[in-house]
T-cell receptor, first 112, second 114 residues
Framework: DVKVTQSSRYLVKRTGEKVFLECVQD?????MFWYRQDPGLGLRLIYF???????EKGDIPEGYSVSREKKERFSLILESASTNQTSMYLC???????????FGPGTRLTVT | GENVEQHPSTLSVQEGDSAVIKCTYS??????FPWYKQELGKRPQLIID?????GEKKDQRIAVTLNKTAKHFSLHITETQPEDSAVYFC?????????????FGSGTQLTVLP
């Protein structure tokens, strides 16, 4: 069974703080993704990575950066959190041989 | 880039009735169309998908149809049950040099009334 875990289920941060969200998968998947989920907007892709140290921008990368130092781990970084980054953040992974994305449980981030 | 529109945003049906959710996409190069179900407080999970070389796929009570000419695809759920209540997301993807990205629709909240 594929397991994708995220470091926190709930997180509260202050405006201007640096925030790290971490995602770990245990299936040796090459591809990993970060989405944010907002009501009425679906899931929007922030960044993805197809290999260690490789990253590509998604549809809404502004205000975010990512890091992938190990194959199983993909981190999302908010350099200076703002209130409009309050959202649910979902990580996903997939094998290069498959289209199916496996999601983590999500992190509900609140920036005050 | 790809744009996926999904309708309706909310749908209520009586238990036992059918439910239909529709999506349109913009990029004619898209060739993979999955549907994800997200129950309240849970993570999205793939329930069915279709590739562009087929027009319909069924799996028990759920089916997906694809019209490539019109660039739209639909999810059909028959004999709905209370456990079908969830948010459903459609998505579209095309093979690219790097990871296969999914562009998601905005979601449909399906409520099955007992």
């Amino acid at each position: 069974d594929v397991k994708v875990t995220q470091s926190s289920r709930y997180l509260v941060k202050r405006t201007g703080e640096k925030v790290f969200l971490e995602c770990v998968q245990d299936m040796d998947h090459e591809n990993m993704f970060w989405y944010r989920q907002d009501p009425g907007l679906g899931l929007r892709l922030i960044y993805f990575s197809y290999d260690v140290k490789m990253k590509e921008k998604g549809d809404i990368p502004e205000g975010y950066s990512v890091s992938r130092e190990k194959k199983e781990r993909f981190s999302l970084i908010l350099e200076s959190a703002s209130t409009n980054q309050t959202s649910m953040y979902l990580c996903a992974s997939t094998s290069s041989l498959s289209y199916e994305q496996y999601f983590g449980p999500g992190t509900r981030l609140t920036v005050t | 880039g790809e744009n996926v529109e999904q309708h309706p945003s909310t749908l209520s049906v009586q238990e036992g009735d059918s439910a239909v959710i529709k999506c349109t996409y913009s990029d004619s190069a898209s060739n993979y169309f999955p549907w994800y179900k997200q129950e309240l407080g849970k993570r999205p999970q793939l329930i069915i998908d279709i590739r562009s070389n087929v027009g319909e796929k069924k799996d028990q009570r759920i089916a997906v149809t694809l019209n490539k000419t019109a660039k739209h695809f639909s999810l059909h759920i028959t004999e709905t049950q209370p456990e079908d209540s969830a948010v459903y997301f459609c998505a579209a993807s095309k093979a690219s040099g790097s990871a296969r990205q999914l562009t998601f629709g905005s979601g449909t909240q399906l409520t099955v009334l007992p």
